[in-house]
């Protein structure tokens, strides 16, 4: 096995957003929901690595979300947080919290949940900042960072 490159051990965890190549006829290389390592993200295409294959490919950086702390997505839209957490895998209460995409500098949690047996759902819930930099949901329970 080959050992890994320095870049590779400091690299950026993340997944990908859709199947890629996504086109008739082509055997995907990376599944929508894989984790990835970020190796290169030089210009549009990036180079990435399966955590599950090890294999090393480009793909579109708009086919790609970094996860920080395991939890917060980057460039995640409302629609493609619930169809990562509608995945098999996922089961009721997986969440996740990404940016927003109508306000800059705002977070959403997006929490998977389970109406009846065989219906489950995705509600939203918008984060809030008051002025001392604390976070809220709901306005009687407020904590320091999202970390809390």
């Known amino acids: ?3 890994p490159s320095p870049t590779a051990s400091s690299s950026f965890l993340a997944l990908a957003l859709c199947d890629f190549p996504s086109g008739a006829g082509a055997a995907a ?3 929508m929901g894989e984790q990835l390592r970020i190796l290169s993200e030089d210009g549009e295409w990036w180079l990435v690595a399966s955590k599950a294959s090890g294999k090393e490919c480009h793909i579109p950086s708009s086919c790609v979300a970094k996860v920080r702390h395991r939890w ?3 460039g995640v839209s ?3 947080a619930e169809e990562l957490l509608l995945q ?6 997986s969440f996740l919290i990404r940016e927003s ?3 800059r500098g705002c977070y959403s949690l997006s929490v998977r949940r389970s109406e009846r047996a065989s219906w489950d759902s995705v509600t939203h819930y918008r984060i809030h900042r008051l002025e001392n930099g604390w ?6 329970l407020t904590f320091p960072s999202l970390h809390d």
């Open 1 to 3: 096995a080959p050992s």
């Open 29 to 31: 290389v990376l599944r």
């Open 72 to 74: 917060l997505y980057e």
């Open 78 to 80: 409302r629609q493609k």
């Open 88 to 93: 098999p895998g996922n089961r009721s209460g």
């Open 101 to 103: 995409q109508t306000r």
């Open 135 to 140: 976070l809220y949901i709901s306005p009687r």
